[in-house]
């Protein structure tokens, strides 16, 4: 009686009467009002991609730059405006408003909830992100930093004091920075306490702890790591602040002040957001992998114990940024080993993916592929990772090109690549049609290809000494045709971004139509039509299993009975 | 396996889940705790490394009255959520007012000891480290308690005029998990400056 509660595909738009087709204006403002999880899941999603493709022009003109020894393509000035910028947004203004998109939009869905635990927060959120990605590139028109030159912070991502302080950044650019991470880590912080509630508060009938699909359960551990590690960065934000407005000593080293305070602070926020930024990564690979292997996934809880685990360990770990600032051999001891300790859980969970795909019948549509290649990228960028870890190597590569090749191993292979196989597989959802198939192999292929150009040859610069952050280099070091090859597998990756966002307008109006359940999937968001209506299901889901959608399709042989 | 009934809606199992006010406080709480970790770090990291005075020893006077106030509030609004569980309107109203007026008294202390601080000790956010951090950790807190007033004045407002009823006791319990942590800041704060730091 319960499974039968779940209506699949029917039954959603019977006797509603549809209005008259509303205006544009009427639409633009449904759209800027809305407290819809669904909406403002896809607005985050569209921000995202918007400033996506702002940072992806800013690495291009970077490598650009680099193409030939003594270029003059960009001024030193404007090389530290791009790269400082590119990180910025990546992280705040791409990574995690394409995380709160799709978390926004599915992990509602999944608990078998209508919307967020507070709708109303959510889109305070929302805006006030949008608001710090505007406010963070109005510095362009409006700021002026180093050196007296106008235009945009040049401080690099982490703003390490007192390069940050007044003195050193006289002008209003380093006041956006400032001002805009301090917002977006407000709409962070609101996001992830509606995550939490939502995902403890509003599970439909029948969903205990043990039964929430691994998406959730990610999601619950990434808002936690915000909460304890993105307020860290909201304070140093103020601290700043107050040094820079009120005439405060926090970073001030002439007045007895630490610069070392300063990425103290800065890396307790910064190496846990690694993680905030993957978690989602390994959230949807949990969906994916097990549903076109055709397999329950492997390990339910040894999944959610290891990602709980990777959330508590990462928060001992920030001081690995840290190694040639000069600690101590008892520091240096303890952050090599807590660095290595991450490998324990990531390493339980990669077994677990394959291990689910092992004797499965695998499917290769795109959002498999993508997946694959995410689990051969994110090894060996755990395997580079590793290797930084120790901090007697780490002495020698710091600050090198390897570190740069390392974490873009990380977000682009990694997290960059799930995200696409997430576009994939939850695009036929969020708009009812089907992303052109043709087009997402050509995607895929010129993306693998591009990236494994780009950040494979990135290492051997590194290991030749290559430091990261310079705006030119000279002929005889033999870095040219390494850099050169880096290029050419930027652009064949901005190609293939190019592809996919045109595929995302083109199959919006010209895909197939997907119906509620193209992948023949198994976790709630896929037992409403597609799009969903506002209110998500017409009868609240009642659940037995983790996959309350195979119990459904095959009642001779339920989930629940087993689990 | 085919002979295996979907048996769950048979056995009904009251379905319960935590309140969502509860779970949300507890999760800003986790939030707030994390950036005043920052701040108290900041403060014992910087003490004794002014390169000029004042220092906390020369100027800082133990605000014990005002902290016996600020934390007896935490009793006092303890009681008014016992009240309005048990729909006692009057008294919830009473209770609801002494903890303002204690909250009140206690930022009226942080005033005071402000002015002190920089009248007559001319000691100012700029002077030094320990100005800068001083400044910053107990105007941390001193802002929460402002919030925290504000939050309970409108209760108030709307509790005499008839707008909040026993049926909000669960919305007055979760602006009271609020008070109590911002009490229990107070304890670590005052720990730390007054107790450690001078």
Known sequence: ?563 | MATIPLEHSNREVPWRLPTRGMVAMTCLITAESSIFTIFVVAYLYYLGRDVQGPTPRQVLEVPIFYTVCLLSSSFFIWLAEHAIEHSKMTAFCLWWSITILLGLTFLFGTGMEWYKLIVHDHLTIRTNLFGTTYYSLVGLHASHVVVGLLLMCFTLIFAVSGGVGPQHAYRIKTLALYWHFVDAVWVVVFTVVYVVGR
């Open chain 1, 1 to 563: 009686m319960g499974g039968e509660s779940i209506p699949v595909g029917r039954g959603i738009e019977v006797g509603v009467e549809r209005p008259a087709r509303p205006t544009y204006l009427e639409v633009v403002h449904s759209w800027i009002v809305t407290v819809d999880h669904k909406k403002l899941g896809i607005l985050y999603i569209c921000n995202g991609l918007i400033f996506l493709l702002v940072a992806g022009v800013e690495a291009m003109m970077m490598r650009i730059q680099l193409f030939f020894p003594n270029n003059t393509f960009l001024s030193p000035f404007t090389y530290n405006r791009m790269f400082t910028m590119h990180g910025t947004t990546m992280v705040f203004l791409v990574g995690m408003p394409l995380l709160f998109g799709f978390g926004n939009y599915l992990v509602p869905l999944m608990i078998g909830a209508r919307d967020m635990a507070f709708p109303r927060l959510n889109a305070f959120s929302f805006w006030i992100s949008a608001f710090a990605g505007l406010l963070l590139y109005y510095s362009f028109i409006g700021g002026v930093g180093l050196s007296g030159t106008g235009s945009a912070p040049d401080v690099a991502w982490f703003a390490y004091a007192p390069l940050s302080e007044r003195a050193f950044s006289p002008g209003h650019t380093v006041d956006y920075w400032t001002v805009s991470l301090l917002l977006s880590g407000i709409g962070s912080i609101g996001t992830a306490i509606n995550i939490l509630a939502t995902v403890f508060c509003m599970r439909c009938k029948g969903m205990t702890l043990g039964k929430i699909p691994l998406l959730p359960w990610l999601y619950a551990t990434l808002s936690f790591l915000i909460l304890v590690a993105v307020s860290p960065l909201t304070a140093c934000q103020m601290m700043l602040m107050v040094d820079r407005y009120l005439g405060g000593h926090f970073f001030d080293t002439q007045a007895g002040g630490s610069a070392i305070l300063w990425a103290h602070f800065f890396w307790i926020f910064g190496h846990p957001e690694v993680y905030v930024l993957v978690l989602p990564a390994f959230a949807a690979a949990n969906e994916i992998i097990p549903v076109f292997s055709r397999k329950a996934i492997f390990g339910y809880p040894a999944m959610v114990a290891a990602s709980v685990g990777i959330g508590f360990i990462s928060l001992g770990v920030w001081a690995h940024h840290m190694f040639t600032i000069g600690m101590t051999s008892f520091g240096n001891a303890f952050f090599t080993l807590s660095t290595m300790l991450v490998s324990i859980p990531t390493g339980i969970k990669t077994f677990n993916w394959l291990a689910t795909m092992w004797g499965g019948k695998i499917r290769f549509e795109l959002p498999m592929l993508f997946s694959i290649a995410f689990l051969f990228q994110w090894v060996i960028a755990g395997l580079t990772g590793i290797m930084l870890s120790v901090s007697a190597w780490n002495w020698q590569l710091h600050n090198s090109y390897f570190v740069v090749a390392h974490f873009h191993y990380v977000l682009v292979g990694a997290i960059v690549f799930m995200i696409f196989a997430s576009f994939y597989y939850w695009y036929p959802k969020m708009t009812g049609r089907m992303l052109d198939d043709r087009l997402g192999k050509l995607h895929f292929w010129l993306m693998v290809i591009g990236f494994h150009m780009t950040f494979d040859v990135m290492h051997f610069p590194g290991l030749l000494g290559m430091p990261r952050q310079i705006y030119t280099y000279e002929p005889d070091r033999g870095w040219t045709l390494l850099n050169q090859i880096v290029t050419v597998g930027a652009l064949i990756q901005a190609v293939a971004i190019l592809i996919f966002v045109y595929n995302l307008v083109h199959s919006f109006f010209r895909g197939e139509e997907a119906g509620p359940d193209p992948w023949d999937a198994w976790t709630l968001e896929w037992a409403t039509s597609s799009p969903p209506p506002a209110y998500n299901f017409a009868i609240d889901p009642e659940v037995a299993s983790r996959r309350p959608l195979w119990d459904l399709k095959h009642p001779e042989d339920p989930d629940s009975a087993f689990e």
